[in-house]
């Protein structure tokens, strides 16, 4: 298939990855559709800064046992240009249950690794075709504005494709970032609730909407919509994260432990989780639980306790003045 009708800015994509044999193969098989890989990097944030750049107008995420996809995902569409750009993700066997989560939060593409051409050709052309359909040729344009001529012009054009239904979760999720930026609340709120109202089963729409009560000291309000969206999801990872953000913020500690110990019983980012998990019971006065679950023994506990009683005897600011 030939795909030179649409001109792109650059037909070259940023690789999110800890694995060389992973980049490699994807060299060859973009190259046999005139693309290239750009950069393959295990930084998200160097991934964003290359699109933000210009520099690539494809992001492919490689679905990793301490980085899974979806959280990958999660940061991508909390930036206004990576949250409106052509995301490609392979997702482990393990992590195929994610994978309705996964399309509705924004992964326009998605396959099962280990990555081959039968599994990549037919993913990789949809998400083409996709891309230079009318509609999603029109966001690019504008996020392709947003990145070359700023902010301002970019949210200006961004707004005039509200309309289109096909792309509006992504248009309302980039215009609601815009506006959080500016401390603009109650316009994130409405053009998100807008978008939710037509698509509401988007979980992208769902994490941004709570996200943005979080932001706005509303975590009661968050830990409903995550919950109730929980419920959508079934038994889906992706969202245990910020079931325990909302939690800890809404002072529900008990709940917050519960979802972290599904999350490691799982497997799910277990090391982060593990040490999160065993900081959170310390602090809870629960030090024989914190032990069990902290990562490296007692050798490290011992270590953490330490740094802690350290830091509770350190004179504060307050104290010193």
Known sequence: MQHNKVKWPRKSAVVISHSPNFHMLLKELLRSYGWKVEDSTSSVKNAISLVEKAH??????????????AGVLRVLLSNPITCATPIFSFLLDSHVGERDAIMHIGGNAVAEKPLTPSKFTPAFEGLIAKWESKPFLALRMATHQYIMLGEEVGHNT???????????????????????????IADAEKILLYALKKHPKNLGLMLALGELYLFGAMPKMALRLFTNAQLTYGESMTLLPDLVQSAIFTGNYEEAVYWLLKMKKNH???????????????????????????????????????????????????SAS
């Open 56 to 69: 690539a107008s494809l992001i492919i995420v490689d679905d990793m046992v301490d980085e899974p996809a």
């Open 158 to 184: 961004i707004k005039k494709l509200v309309g289109i239904d096909s792309v509006l979760p992504m248009v309302a999720q980039n215009l609601s970032l815009t506006y959080r930026k500016r401390n603009n």
């Open 268 to 318: 799910w980012c277990e090391g982060t989780v593990s040490n999160f998990l065993a900081r959170m019971l310390f602090a809870e006065g629960r030090e024989f639980e914190a032990e069990k679950h902290l990562l490296g023994g007692k050798h490290h506990f011992r270590k953490m306790k330490e740094a802690w009683e350290a830091s509770a005897e350190a004179p504060s600011m307050l």
